[in-house]
């Protein structure tokens, strides 16, 4: 199906420097068909070693907001603006962020998600393309143009940085908030299921 193959596509990607220190790609993992998607930074050493997003300590915090806002991690699809870790966890590149751009456009197209949840500043400004603190990001809801569609938005603290400043938590729980408004309201306009036409995997 497609996300097979978009997942075997980063898997052999080689397009920029992270194919060489990496090892394991990280595509991102979750239901097709989640309502939710979060979107993190990059893989730590963890995820790396594993192949899939938020496994270490961040993603333990994040499978508890999560549960805090009613929802498991089984139901999210969580992935990441970077496929490949950056050695060290130093701060991804540009040229890093451009060649894996299709990726992650391409995957909101497919699970075309009713909210995606955006996480940290460099996972922030990296989707929505601008230079803007986290904080001004924050409380309104943004746009992302996958495919036909454009996607609400909501931007909050990465679990990593919450786990280190825990004074931030109460502001995090008022980004989940919004971030089901958002889902509740795409609910009650659109029904519960959004036809079939976002659904198959046909031709
Ligand atoms: N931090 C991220 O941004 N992504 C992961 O997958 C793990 C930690």
């Excluded at 997003?53 to 929802?71: D, H, K, N, T």
């Excluded at 391409?106 to 922030?124: H, N, S, T």
């Excluded at 309104?140 to 569609?149: D, F, T, W």
Aim: with cysteine; aromatic share 4%.
């Amino acid at each position: 199906d497609r996300a097979a193959e978009l997942y075997e596509m980063v898997r052999a990607c080689q397009l920029c420097a992270l194919a060489a220190t990496r090892t394991r790609a990280v595509p991102g993992e979750g239901p097709l068909d989640a309502e939710v998607m979060c979107i993190g930074e990059a893989p730590g050493v963890n995820e790396d070693k594993q192949g899939r997003p938020f496994v270490g300590a961040a993603g333990q915090f994040l499978g508890e907001l999560l549960a805090a806002a009613g929802l498991t991690r089984e139901q999210v699809y969580i992935c990441n603006v970077l496929k490949c870790r950056p050695p060290g966890n130093r701060n991804p590149e540009p040229e890093e962020v451009a060649c894996c751009e299709p990726f992650l456009r391409r995957q909101v197209e497919l699970v075309a998600p009713r909210i995606v949840l955006v996480m940290g500043r460099f996972a922030a400004q990296s989707l929505l393309r601008t230079d803007a603190s986290i904080a001004s990001l924050r409380g309104r809801v943004h746009r992302y143009a996958a495919g036909e569609r454009e996607v609400p938005v909501v931007v909050t603290y990465h679990p990593a940085y919450l786990l280190r400043n825990l004074g931030d938590k109460a502001k995090a729980w008022a980004d989940l908030c919004l971030a089901r408004r958002v889902l509740q309201d795409a609910i009650a306009e659109d029904g519960p299921s959004r036809g079939p036409e976002t659904r198959t995997d046909g031709p």
